[in-house]
């Protein structure tokens, strides 16, 4: 392929990808329907309310969990300090509706809880005792926040461990506390890297739909949802959809203004010789207890209660539905990984090749489903399938063949392409880090060789960026394996992934049956978290 052809080819996958996204933009624009117009009269208002209130919640819960932890982590001396620090990671690997299901068996008033209070106090019921119910929209932000916090605890973590030691013995020496010096110092240098982390929690909860529609908490996802689902109105859930995207660019430039306008320079990084606090007696036992807490509460315990499931109800759940659904997982994110990697190979190799600003631009369009919630995506996706199969079905028409139905939102089609739009940035994302790496050097002795573009790929680049491929391709198979609002909505008709089978069983309150399939979920979320763990210790 000669090099224009490399150009051609990689704007023409890039705007396909951008599709969805230019679909949303377009509904969005047209004529309101009636449907669209009675929500917006009635409930939508109260659906952006309850989506304004949750995000701050969530924000809220993230930053008060995941900010002491990432202090106390970098700069405390505590027992057990080596295992606790990933500990506090793990979290993340549990989705959290599988979490808001386990609270909810564990808190309702039919629960071990408040049995076990009534037995103690005597209570016959309710009436008798106040106990906060779980599902309302504080008891959705208290789970999310248990399973968003690491995002702060990261990003947190990393940044104070990378400021400078003089800086805060300086602080000591002029007679600041450990609180003071945190305050005054530590804090204000961290804060670029806490709005980027609380910027991440932010868009989370906004594309979460497991939790909230599993609680009953209606914001704008649960709409999205309900509007195509039940209303059947397409171009009402792409209207909802654009006031979401509207709201992910509104954090996105937030978050990126708040890192532009404070800019730190520190003369040394790192932690030039051990300058941690050592706690002692009620301080140490209380910075204890309040992180083995959080990784309790956020994994330890849930995960406890799906082993126990599962072991009880193994012969149940480990049927043939199990190992199709599981089979369906498998082959629909590694279809979606191999995909993501070829499009990312194209995009990286002509950017390469050409050297051009202007190609950097493809794969920065082809990048920008990752910011989209689940719902939003597969709206957009929806939008210009739908209108390709009634194309597909007129063009038959016209030439006097059978319709073939629906080709693209009837089958995989649909669900491999919206996984390809919202993780293929992983991908092309690791291919351009590691190409980044590979000196240009190299490329100017290949062709001083006389070997063309598709040799010193396949001799030089390839085998130097073995790694970054395959890590990108891990990343993009792990969340296709994880991705539940846009697998309920592109999924084609008799179809279930591992999410949306055990979605089912959480929705039916019958998680005992669906803990095994959400064991393996768990599992295969716990790889890019040791992979990430591992990263941190080389660095730090």
């Known amino acids: 392929m000669k090099r224009h052809g490399w150009t051609v080819s990689s704007w023409v996958i890039a705007l396909i990808l951008t599709l969805p996204v230019l679909a949303l933009v377009i509904e969005a624009l047209l004529p309101a329907e009636d449907i669209f117009r009675h929500l917006w009269a009635s409930v939508l208002p109260a659906y952006i309310g309850n989506t304004f209130w949750l995000v701050l919640l969530v924000m809220g819960l993230s930053l008060l969990f995941g900010l002491p932890a990432a202090w106390l982590m970098a ?88 400021q400078s030691t003089s800086l805060i013995q300086s602080s000591r020496l002029l007679g600041c506390t450990p609180w003071q010096s945190f305050r005054r110092v530590s804090l204000p240098l961290a804060r670029p890297a806490l709005a980027v982390g609380l910027s991440l929690v932010a868009m989370e909860t906004l594309a979460e739909f497991g939790t909230v529609n599993f609680f009953a908490v209606n914001t704008l996802t649960t709409a999205v949802y309900d509007t195509w689902l039940g209303y059947g109105s397409l171009q009402a859930a792409a209207k909802i959809s654009a006031i979401m995207l509207l709201v992910v660019v509104l954090l996105l430039s937030m978050e990126r203004m708040s890192r532009k306008r404070q800019q730190v320079f520190q003369k040394s990084m790192g932690h030039e010789q051990d300058s941690g606090y050592r706690l002692a007696g009620g301080r140490k036992w209380a910075a204890l207890a309040f992180c083995w807490s959080l990784v309790g509460l956020g994994f330890l315990l849930p995960f406890g209660i799906l082993c126990y499931h599962a072991v009880r109800y193994f012969d149940q759940a480990w049927n043939s539905r199990f190992f199709e659904y599981s089979l369906n997982s498998l082959v629909l994110s590694v279809v979606v990984a191999v995909l993501a990697l070829m499009v990312a190979l194209l995009l990286g190799m002509t950017h ?53 139905g629906l080709l693209l939102t009837g089958t995989m089609t649909a669900i491999a392409f919206g996984y390809l739009v919202r993780f293929g940035a992983m991908a092309i994302g690791a291919v351009e880090s590691s190409l980044n790496k590979v000196s240009p050097s190299l490329d100017m002795v290949t062709q001083t060789m006389g070997y063309g573009p598709a040799a010193m790929i396949k001799r030089v680049h390839l085998p130097l960026i073995r790694k970054g491929m395959l890590a990108g391709a891990l990343l993009v198979f792990i969340e296709c394996m994880k991705e539940l609002p846009a697998a309920l909505l592109l999924r084609p008709f008799n179809f279930q992934t591992l999410a949306t089978y055990v979605y089912q069983f959480v929705s039916d309150e019958q998680l005992e049956l669906g803990a095994l399939p959400a064991i393996v979920i768990v599992l295969v979320g716990l790889i890019p978290l040791i992979f990430l763990n591992r990263s941190l210790e080389q660095h730090h």
């Open 352 to 404: 390469r090749l050409k050297g051009k600003r202007y190609t950097v631009l493809p794969m920065r369009l082809a990048s920008m489903g990752y910011a989209l919630p689940g719902t939003v995506l597969a709206i957009g996706v929806l939008v210009p399938l739908t209108m390709l199969d009634f194309a597909i079905n007129d063009m038959a028409l016209w030439f006097n063949l059978p319709e073939p």
């Open 75 to 162: 700069m405390c001396e505590l027992p057990g300090k080596r295992i606790l620090q990933w500990a506090l990671i793990l979290p993340l690997a549990m989705p959290s509706y599988i979490v808001a299901f386990v609270y909810t068996d564990l808190l309702d008033y039919s629960g071990p809880v408040q049995q076990v209070l009534r037995t103690w106090f005597g209570w016959q019921s309710a009436t008798d005792y106040f106990f906060p119910p779980i599902r309302t929209l504080g008891g959705a932000a208290l789970v999310m926040g248990l399973v968003l916090y690491p995002y702060v605890y990261l990003l947190g973590r990393t940044a104070f461990l990378e």
